[in-house]
C-alpha cells in the first residue's frame, strides 16, 4: 500500500531556479528509502515538498491516496503524519531548553501533560540524552542539538519519519545511537525516509533507493541492485559502495 504518492510534481523556486522537475514516484509502508544524490539534486526540496513547507507548482501529492491540499487543516493532518528532521537543527530546535523544545510539539497536539511527561522522557531516553534534559538549548554541540530535533520529532509518533543528512556532525557513538532508531523505527513499521550522501549506508540499511540529479528522480528501485552500478553512480555523482558485502554493526551502551 502506498503512504505516499507524487504525480507529475514540479517546483521552481522564486528565482527560476528548477528545484524539482517532473516528478512521480510511490512509497509503500515500512519503507526504508535513502533519497540520494549530489549537492544541489534536489534531495532537500523533495524533503520539504513530503513535508508540507513548500507546496508545488504543478503536480499532485497524495497521502494514503487522498490529494493534499494545503489547507490548514491537511496541514495539521500532515503534521500528525510525518515528522520532518531538518539538516540544520537550528531551524527546528525553538526553545530555550531541551525538554520544552521536545514538548512544544506535544502541547501543539493537545495532548494532556501527563502524556507529555510521559513522552519526553521516554524520548530523551531513546535518543540517549536524558542528560541534557534542564540544559540551555545555546549551550549545546551541533550535534547534541541534532539529537534534541529528533527526540521533539519522535515524541510525535508520526507514521512516517524523514531525515535530511541526519548523522552529519554526529560523533561515533551518536551516530550508532541513530542507526539503532532507524532501525526500531523500521522495525515498528513505520516508513523512514533518508536523504543521506552515504552510499555505504544507504546500501546496508535501505531497501529502495531513490537517486536524484538537477531536479529529476533518475532512478529508483532496490537499494542494494542500484548502488551495486557503479556507472550509474558515477554518471549522477554519487560516490561508490566500497563494500557492497557489508553489514551495518550497531553497537550503542
Not at 64 to 77: A, D, I, L
Not at 138 to 150: D, E, M, P
Not at 182 to 188: A, C, H, V
Amino acid at each position: 500500500m502506498a503512504v505516499i504518492e507524487l504525480r507529475n510534481i514540479k517546483y521552481t523556486y522564486p528565482s527560476g531556479t528548477t528545484a524539482l522537475n517532473n516528478i512521480s514516484v510511490s512509497i509503500e509502508k515500512g519503507q526504508r528509502v535513502a533519497l540520494m544524490g549530489s549537492n544541489g539534486s534536489g534531495k532537500s526540496s523533495l524533503c520539504l515538498l513530503l513535508a508540507g513547507v513548500i507546496k508545488p507548482d504543478i503536480g499532485e501529492y497524495l497521502i494514503h491516496g487522498e490529494s493534499f491540499r494545503y489547507c490548514r487543516k491537511h496541514r495539521v493532518q500532515l503534521c500528525k503524519r510525518i515528522g520532518y528532521v531538518f539538516q540544520d537543527p537550528d531551524v527546528q530546535v525553538v526553545s530555550t531548553h531541551v525538554h520544552e523544545d521536545v514538548a512544544f510539539g506535544l502541547r501543539n497536539m493537545g495532548l494532556k501533560e501527563d502524556e507529555v511527561q510521559k513522552r519526553i522522557t521516554h524520548y530523551l531516553e531513546l535518543t540517549g540524552i536524558c542528560d541534557l534534559r534542564e540544559k540551555a538549548v545555546h549551550t549545546l554541540s551541533y550535534g547534541q542539538k541534532k539529537q534534541v530535533a529528533l527526540a521533539g520529532v519522535l515524541a510525535m509518533e508520526p507514521e512516517i519519519v524523514m531525515l535530511d543528512e541526519p548523522f552529519a556532525w554526529l560523533d561515533y557513538r551518536q551516530s550508532q545511537r541513530l542507526l539503532k532508531i532507524l532501525n526500531q523505527l523500521s522495525d515498528m513499521g513505520k516508513t523512514v525516509i533518508v536523504s543521506t550522501h552515504d552510499s555505504q549506508f544507504a546500501n546496508d540499511w535501505a531497501s529502495r533507493a531513490m537517486l536524484m540529479q538537477n531536479g529529476s528522480l533518475k532512478a529508483s528501485g532496490v537499494a542494494a541492485e542500484l548502488l551495486a552500478n557503479d556507472q550509474l553512480l558515477d554518471e549522477l555523482d554519487i560516490a561508490p559502495v566500497i563494500n557492497q558485502g557489508a553489514k551495518l554493526n550497531v553497537e550503542v551502551c
